[in-house]
């Protein structure tokens, strides 16, 4: 049983990643490390996942494998199934940091990664397989929204957005 005890914890672990309070430190760091652009892509990446998931969330609700309680309608949003935030979130950093550093070897530890984050949301029973699988495609929309948006951005332009 202890061994089953670990494999769980692990998990929960693993799906903590996918969380804002791993990824905001994360992109925090980013940005004092001197990676201005890529700071500016996964702030805008995130920020859009947050919107759009919101919004679905907002019109659709629906329940968590293991039903949570909610007294308030932001608890309520917070509690919905649909669409995985973790899993969108995950697959944008896991695309955009694969675009930056332009690796193969970095591109395929992001993208196991992001997937193991989104297994690990199912495998806790936080989301159904379907609530992943759209919250990745969701994530996956956005980052090459991302890319192909913020290449067309001149330097001043960056600059301005940036406010140095």
Known sequence: MLFKDKIESSFRDMSALGSHTILFPLILFIYLIGL???????????????????????????????????????????????????SSRVIIFAIILSSYFNNLYLSFLFIISALFVAYSRIRTKKHFIFDVIVGLFIGIIISFFVLRFLWKISFLQFQILLLF
């Open 36 to 86: 201005k652009y890529l700071t500016l892509q996964l702030i805008i990446g995130i920020f859009l996942s947050y919107i759009i998931n919101f919004i679905i969330r907002i019109f659709y609700f629906k329940n968590r494998p293991v039903k949570e309680r909610y007294n308030s309608f932001l608890s309520k949003i917070d509690s919905s199934s649909f669409p995985s935030a973790h």
